[in-house]
C-alpha cells in the first residue's frame, strides 16, 4: 500500500513535468511558418571568345546571410542578401577580382524601379534617390557583366515576404547565433539543372518600305532615306533587360515616324520623291551584328540608292541638347546637310544639336555606334543620341539601371518631331524654310499616347536577342505595327556570330525554407528519449510496481550467472 | 538533417504505442494477437466511416463551423464506438483478463488510428526541408489520442463486459463514454469555431487526455 501511494506521488509529479514540458512546446510552436517561393532572374552567363563571363553555376543550396560580416568570415557556403539600396560595391568588388568565393549572392532590387509602369515619381524626396539607385545599379552590372563570378547569382524584387526573410537573418547575424529553427535559420534553395549553350542564337532583323512617287517615265530609281533603330537589349538579368530608353526610345520614335510617314505617302498629292526604308535591327550590343548582316542582304545598287541613314539610339532622357555622331569629318557635304537640316529644326524646337566626329578604325572589331556599320559600306550615316561619348562593349545596352521611370515622354515627342520634321524638309525641298509639316493640332500631329502606350509595352518586355526566339511574340508585335504603317514588310532570321556563346536558364523559382539546426535536432531527440523512458518508467512503476523496474535492469547479470 | 527530423517525429508518434505494450503487463500475456485484431477492425470501421462521410457530409467550401455538418458528423463518429464495441465483445480473444482485453485493443486501435492518419503524412512532410512545428505537434497529438482510445476502450469494457456495475457510476461512464466518442468534434469546434490555433488544440487535446486519465483511474480504483 506504502508503494502504491509513493507511485501516485510519482505520478502525479511526472505528470507535472510533463505538462510543464507540453506548455513549453506549445509556447515554441508560433514561431514555425511555411515555405516561400519568389522569382529570381539569374546574372547572365556567357563566353566571349571563349572566356567564360557572367554566372558560372545556376544551382543554389546554401543557408542565407547578410552583411556586413566580420572580416575573414568563410562566405563559402553562405548566400547574401543584398538589397540595392544598401549594396556595398567595394566588397563586391573586392570578392569578384580576388576570385573568392561565395555560397550565392542574391540581388534585391527596388520594387519600382522595374515596375514598367506610367506613374510618376509622386514624392519630389524619391528622385535623387531614385536617381542613386540608378548609378549604383549600372556600375553594379558593369562589374558583373565583365567578372567571371564562380557562383550563382540572381535578382530579385523586393517583396513582404523576401523583407521578413531579410530582417530575421539581418538580426539573428547582428546576434552572432547559429541558426535554428527558433531563431530562423533559412535555407535558400533554386533547383535548377547545368546551364546549357544556346546553341545558334538568332537575330530577327524586320524592315519596312514606303515607296515613293515614280515621275512619269522616270526610269532611275529614287533615292532612299533610312530611319534605323536596334531593337535588342543586354544586361546582367537578361529578363530583366528591357531597356527603356536603350533602345526603346529609339524603336518608339521609328514607329511613330513611320506612321507619320504614312499619312503623308498614301495620298498621291504627298507622297514624296524619296523611298523610306525603316529598319529595326537586332545584335546591337554585339558591334551591331544584326546590322551589318541586313546591309551585307542588300544588293549593291540599292545600297548606292540610300541617300543617307538615320540611326536612333538612346533619345529618351534629354534635356537640352542632342549629338550627332558621324564618322566622316563634319566637313563632308552630306554629313554637312544631314546635320544643318536637324539643327535648324532643334532650333526652332528650342535645344541645340551637337555634333561628334569618330573615325572608324577598320581593324578594331569594336562598333560602337550603329551608323558605323552604314558607313564601314560606305552609306553616309549618323546617329542620332544623347549620348556624348561612344559606349563601351556591353555599356549602356539597356540593363537593368534603363527602366520606365527614367524615360521622358516629353522628349521622345520632341525627337520624333526633329526627326520627322527634318526628313519631311528634305523631302519636299524645303530646305531653310520655317514650315512645320507635324505641328501640334494638325491631323499630322506628333501622338504622344502611342509613343507612352509603346514606351509602356517596352519596358514590359525583356528583349536579349539569344533568347528571343524565332516566332516570339515581341518580335511578331513589332512586325505588325512596322506593316501597320509601311508597305512592303520583310523579316530577315540570321545567326548570330562573332565571338558570343550564352547559356540559357535566364529565370527560376527561389525555394525559401526556414530550417532547424542540427543541434535543435539532436535535443528534440535528447528530450523524446528522456519522454519516452519516463513513459515507460511510470506505466512499469504504475502497472507493475517499482520492484519490477529494479528488476529489469538486473536481471541481464544474473542470467548472466545461471550461464556461467 | 531532415530524416533525422522524421526519425524524430516518428519516435514521438509511433514510441509511446510501443512503450506502453512493452511496459505494461500486455506484453508479459503476449496480448499482440488481440491488437493486431483491434487493428483490423479499425481499418474496416475506418472504411465505413469514410463511405458514410462521402455520403452524407458535404465538402466544406469555407472553414465555418458548420453545427448541422458537425452534427452529422459526430453521429458518423459514433460508428467507432460501434467497431470498438464489435472489437471488445464479438471478436474471440485468447484468454485473457478483461483488463488486458481493454488495453490491447485500445492499443491496437490507436496503433492503426496513427499508422493511417499520420505515417503518410509524416513521411511526405517531415523529411522536407522547411522546419515546421506541425509534425511534432502531430505526434503529441497522436498521444493523446492513445490515452482517448485506451480510456474509451476503458469505458467500453466497464459498459458492456462488467456485470456488476456499481449503480452510482453508470451515468458518470455513459457521459464521459459520450464526451470521449464526440471529442473529434469537440476538437473541429475549438479549430473552426473559435479559431484556436493548433498548438492550443493540440495542448487541449493533451491536457483533456491527461484529465480524462486521473478520472478513470480515481473511477476504477
Redesign the interface.
Known sequence: MATRKEGQVEVLQT?YS??AL??V??A????????TVVDVYRLIQYDLAGVPFGSRLAALNHHAGSLPFTPGTDLSRTVIIMPIREVNITFLREYTTNKKHLGGLLLLLPRASSDGSTEETKDADEVPVVGLFRNVLAELEQLLVHATVPYPVYFAFEDPSLDAVLADVKKNDALGQPAT?TTGGY?F?VPSPEPKKISSPMMTNIQGWLPGLKGEGDSNQLPTIAIVASYDTFGAAPALSVGSDSNGSGIVTLLEIARLFTRLYSNPKTRGRYNLLFGLTSGGPYNYNGTLKWLRSFDQRLRESIDYAICLNSIGSWSDDLWLHVSKPPENAYIKQVYESLSNVAEELGFRINIKHKKINISNPRVAWEHEQFSRLRVTAATLSELSSAPELLENAGGLADSRRFVDESAVVRSVKLVAESLARHIYGQQGKNIQVFADGSSLAVNPSYIRLWLDLLSRTPRVAPFLSKNDPFVSALKKELAEHTVEVSVQHEVLDGMFTFYDLTKAKL?I????S?TF?LL??LV??S??IL???F??IT??GLDDLISIFRRPPSRKVKTA | MTIFHFFNCAILTFGPHAVYYSATPLSEYDTLGTSVKAAVVYLGTALIKLVCIATFLKVPENDNFDPYQELLKALIGFIDVAGLYFALTQLTHRNISQNHKFQAVGLGWAFADSVLHRLAPLWVGARGLEFTWEYILQGLEANANLVLTVSLAALGSLMWLRKNKPRTLIPIIYLCAGILATMPSITSYLRRSLGWQPPKVVGFELFSSLEDLLTLRCSSG
Not at chain 1, 515554441?28 to 515555405?35: F, P, S
Not at chain 1, 525554407?513 to 532547424?516: D, F, R, T
Open positions: 505528470l510533463m505538462l507540453v506548455f512546446l506549445v515554441c510552436v508560433e514561431l514555425g511558418d511555411a515555405a529553427a535555407k534553395v525555394n525554407y526556414q530550417v532547424a542540427v535536432d528534440l531527440l523524446l528519449g519522454y519516452l513513459l515507460f518508467s506505466l512499469v502497472t507493475r
